[in-house]
């Protein structure tokens, strides 16, 4: 599983090394439907929901992902839709819009 997407509002957006680049999964996208997934990138704790109303979060209080509460600190992006190789999140909370592609 690889993402990409950037930023839509530079002056509000996090820069680009803010937002995750790869995770790797071996997985067909309609698995990860009705999901949520935390995931550790570059010293930050990330929560990916792949449903309706959806977000891709960080929380900056707890970068080892090593707490039982995920505290949304900061929300990027909302889910928007999936086919067979991509699931998509659409711009929302700090502008981030972009692709998870196997």
Do not use: M, Y
């Not at 698995?31 to 929380?59: Q, R, S």
């Not at 090593?66 to 999140?89: G, H, M, P």
Request: proline share 5%.
């Amino acid at each position: 599983l690889t993402h990409t997407g950037v930023p839509s509002h530079s002056s509000e957006a996090p820069s680009s090394s803010a937002a995750p680049t790869s995770v790797s999964l071996s997985c067909p996208t309609i698995k990860f439907l009705g999901t949520t997934i935390n995931f550790i990138f570059i010293g930050l704790c990330w929560k990916a929901e792949f449903f309706e109303n959806g977000v891709l979060a960080a929380d900056f209080s707890n970068p080892s992902c090593s707490k039982d509460t995920f505290l949304s600190t900061a929300i990027f992006s909302e889910f928007d839709s999936l086919d067979d190789e991509e699931i998509r999140f659409k711009q929302s909370g700090l502008g981030w819009k972009g692709t998870f592609n196997l």
